[in-house]
């Protein structure tokens, strides 16, 4: 579950990604001075993200792996986005059965101005039920699956924004500033250049 579910949950990731071109902010002509924000959609991130799921493979040449059904939480207060999504695991060198499950994370977005891109932050995993799982070994399945996320996850790039995006945008005299989670999507601020 290493590399390829990096690729993965945040391509996803996600998620914010492709909805947050700042191609799109050029659309926003007569910008005034002093600071502004550009608003993406709760509706065109989880867009974004649905486009990339599902998604399976095989991890250690042990488990096959098949993330789907990704949901967005919003949280605003916390400044994060929860991802729930759908998973199946299976063990085809042992047995046959596929167990099944959700798994549930939270994470930050902050953008990383030293190389244009958008990183998550405090990646945790909330929660993963196994139903069919007894307890002890559905135990076992969260700490394992908590140490992956939890350990590989932090600082992903999700997006790296493109230089002509950031040219025309300082056309206008700005750059990209914070990144929030607001009530209905994402709140990207752009700040005025330093004159």
Known sequence: ???????????????????????????????????RTVKISEKRLMEVIARQFPRSNRYLE???VTLDTPR????PVENRIGTQLDFTVGMPLVETRTQRGTLSLSYGLRLEPSDNTVRLTDVRLENMLLP???????????RLGGALVEGLLPDLVVHRIKPQDLEAVGRRGYQPGALRVVPGGLELQLDPLPR
């Open 1 to 35: 579950m290493t590399d390829t579910l990096r690729r993965h949950l945040f391509r996803s990731g996600l998620l914010v990604a492709g909805a947050l071109s700042i191609g799109a902010l050029t659309g926003c002509a007569a910008l005034q001075p002093g600071p």
């Open 132 to 142: 069919d799982v007894a307890p002890v070994h559905a135990a076992r399945f969260k």
């Open 72 to 75: 967005l939480r919003l949280m």
């Open 62 to 64: 042990l488990f096959d």
